[in-house]
DNA sequence: TTAAAAACAGGTGTAAACCCCTATTTTTTA
DNA sequence: TAAAAAATAGGGGTTTACACCTGTTTTTAA
């Protein structure tokens, strides 16, 4: 029997270690490497003379994070499959991941076994979906009224310019700072937070910044404190 | 040889899996049970016939949380040592988890070795500081000119109240939302807020969210997203 | 190459946040 | 049982955030 080449990234050392431990375990799983962050996966596979079938990467990592990494291993390595492994998510957030590449998810307080069964679900078939992600795919297909089926698709996710935005709101930015740093008026930004409180359905910044972290759209890592 | 007893407290199941992996091989340690949170945690110590000299604990868990954890332990079982597990972690957090009774930090960053050694270090002087701990220490014991060496220590932490209020703002609360909630003055949430803005050097309501984040005092599971 | 989406930006107004100050009462702790 | 710390709450003010409009220009993709 052929063994699932697969390979890891998690910046946390412990985490990382964890998982070896448990997958180490299985006899049908061989795991090629481990990686710290989005650019050391990266590199290793680039340089690695054998290639895994997939890749089990945390979302949140300093550098070059999941959502990034997803998007490069889908251009440079399309017959990699991506599983995302995070401790939160919402609705937006995995549609939009399924939509740039990722094959399945994982949370963090998943149990070894249903890791174990995710990884050999995207090997044998492609992809995984849990109950939880396929309630939201169904959402999304099913139109609210007589709308465009990709409406929650895309609508519900964010523009370049937003994520920017968001970013320095979570810098502790006001909207003039954020305006002066993106040489364009008051106004837009203004614009731009508005659109980031319609799509998120947070009531303020406090409710903004939950969401990037909680989503991981922004590192706390860049950050202060 | 007598093997060190610890128990385990984290909320991600696949971390505590792993953990309980790599500690599993040691040959000096001996696992009597983890917990899922903090409850969990304290209802598996009350019930133990056999307790551990030793709980390794995350901060950050829905429930009882790691700091209310550290708290309640240090009261009903004082010869319990606890370390703190966490993934960041500030200046003031730090000292303020060995005020209230962590004997060691431990970052999940760490390796599986400086793991294994934290917890023997504890097992036998009953603390262990890391170079980073130990340097916010000396400097919280440094006096910056002239004034009390206590000062760094307590001044920039936080009382209940403020870290009701701190949790309230991170579910999106105005300050007259937390008023009515709390039952008092929107001038007193106000005072609070602004000891919350001082203590925590941050801006504004972002800053305090990432600021709650970061240090674990609020839990993310519980918010809305 | 033409719609659609994104980015831009203005008006007007209210609510909330934030800043400076003071001061009393309650609780904690040395 | 004092002294310290925490919790309470007020006056008076500026700045920022947020809501609900409107519209144009630029970029992206079918």
Redesign the pocket.
């Known amino acids: 029997m052929n063994k699932i080449k697969i390979a890891l990234a998690d910046d946390e050392l412990l985490f990382r270690q964890g998982l070896l431990a448990i997958l180490g375990n299985q006899e049908n799983i061989d795991i090629l490497f481990d990686a710290e962050d989005g650019d050391d996966l990266i590199n290793k596979l680039r340089s690695a003379d054998l290639q895994p079938e997939i890749v089990v990467t945390d979302l949140k990592m300093p550098g070059l994070n999941g959502v990034e990494v997803t998007k490069l291993i889908r251009k440079e390595f399309p017959n990699i499959k991506v599983i995302a492994l995070t401790s939160y998510f919402s609705k937006p957030f995995i549609l939009n991941m399924i939509s740039i590449g990722a094959v399945a998810y994982l949370a963090k307080n998943s149990t070894p076994a249903l890791m174990i069964k995710t990884i050999e679900q995207v090997a044998k078939k492609g992809f995984y979906y849990d109950e939880q992600v396929l309630q939201y795919v169904h959402e999304s297909l099913v139109s609210p009224k007589d709308k465009?089926t990709?409406c929650t698709f895309?609508?519900n996710?964010?523009?370049?310019?937003?994520i920017?935005v968001l970013e320095l709101?979570c810098n502790q930015?006001?909207?003039?700072?954020?305006?002066e740093k993106?040489?364009?008026?008051?106004?837009?930004?203004?614009?731009?937070?508005?659109?980031l409180?319609?799509k998120t359905e947070?009531?303020?910044?406090?409710?903004?910044v939950i969401y990037a972290l909680k989503n991981k759209l922004v590192s706390l890592d860049n950050n202060s404190f």
Do not use: C
């Open positions: 465009k990709k895309d609508a996710y964010f523009t370049k310019r937003e920017e709101i930015m006001t909207t003039s700072d954020i305006a993106l040489f364009i008026s008051p106004r837009t930004v203004e614009g731009h937070r508005n659109n409180l319609l947070a009531k303020n910044v406090a409710g903004l």
